[in-house]
């Protein structure tokens, strides 16, 4: 059983507890696609997101787990709502306990702005993002889609290609993937790799074949422009010549090798149009992983919550 009120990254979780979450995610994702969406683990309980950063996936499919599962569910957008006239995250969250909230899924810039929350309020808090550190979901998510697709995660060889500097998506899987037996390799120009990667359990490869020969998953991450303070490398069109993932290139992978991306894509970029869209891409399928994986992380604070009489 999940040991915490909050969800808050993948490096302090077990892999029991990971285990457990993949476990109750996949019997949703059984469901869901069997067209049940009518759940009352969270009946008579508040779900608020509160996103400080622009959001499709995670904050549909938050508020679409929080109504799935039965609770009340409000969304707060930080361009709409107090922040702008300078109320304090710690002050949002009072705001929030006031209101008897139970749970809260936030994305903020700030690396470490979940944790300062889940430590002022009663409410279970659920990262959505923070800064360039963690995306716990996201990495559950991806490793759910992962052991669906193989049956297991142990031995897999997952090849992360695109901004890992900046990717908060990386680091959840890096730390995810590695306590349940996967090896990680990462491929991007050397300035977009954080210094110490190769220290939290990285391989770092030094040329896209060497990280996509014999991969079972070829992952590309989006290029955050918006993150880049300075020119880390000359265009993009460089880039997507360099370190780009072409259709091709998957001839070196395992064989049954699949193409992941967490979204949103930069379309011939970080991978070409045609192994988005193709047959081994699961990226539509991440998508419905996620919804699934907020499912379980919700149902399974909410057992932490009864347990602890919170
Ligand atoms: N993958 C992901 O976090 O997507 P959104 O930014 O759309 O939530």
């Not at 400080?52 to 039965?70: D, H, I, M, P, V």
């Not at 697709?149 to 997952?158: D, I, P, Q, R």
């Not at 014999?214 to 880049?228: D, H, K, P, S, T």
């Not at 149902?299 to 919550?305: A, D, E, I, M, P």
Request: net charge positive; aromatic share 6%.
């Amino acid at each position: 059983m999940l040991q915490t009120k909050d969800l808050l990254g993948l490096r302090d979780i077990s892999a029991g507890e990971i285990e457990e979450l993949l476990d109750l995610a996949g019997q949703y994702k059984r469901k869901v696609k069997g067209g049940e969406k009518k759940f009352s683990v969270l009946s008579g309980k508040t779900l608020v997101t509160l996103f400080y950063e622009n959001s499709t996936r995670t904050r549909t499919s938050f508020e679409l787990a929080g109504k799935y599962l039965g609770a009340h569910e409000v969304n707060i957008s930080a361009s709409s709502s107090s922040v702008q006239k300078g109320e304090s995250l710690i002050d949002t969250g009072k705001t929030l306990q006031a209101l008897a909230v139970d749970y809260i899924a936030i994305r903020h810039p700030m690396a470490g702005a979940p944790h300062l929350l889940a430590s002022t309020v009663n409410a279970s808090v659920l990262n959505g993002g923070d800064g360039m550190n963690e995306h716990p979901t996201q990495a559950l998510l991806d490793m759910l889609t992962m052991k669906e697709t193989f049956g297991s995660l142990k031995g897999l060889k997952v090849a992360i290609l695109g901004d890992i500097k900046h990717s908060r998506v990386a680091k959840s899987n890096l730390f995810g993937l590695s306590k349940m037996g996967a090896e990680v390799w990462v491929y991007a120009p050397k300035t977009l790799i954080p210094v110490g990667f190769d220290r939290l359990g990285a391989r770092i490869a030094r040329s896209r074949e060497e990280a996509i020969e014999g991969a079972n998953v070829v992952m590309g991450l989006r290029i955050q422009l918006e993150r880049q303070s300075g020119g880390a490398f000359p265009s993009l069109s460089e880039y997507s010549t360099f370190y780009g993932v072409k259709d091709g290139m998957l001839a070196r992978a395992a064989k049954g090798a699949i193409v992941m991306h967490p979204g949103p894509v930069n379309r011939g970029i970080e991978l070409t149009p045609s192994l988005i869209d193709g047959d081994r891409s699961r990226i539509e399928d991440q998508v419905t992983s996620g919804l699934c994986v907020r499912m379980a992380a919700l149902t399974l604070l909410s057992r932490y919550r009864e347990n602890k009489g919170l």
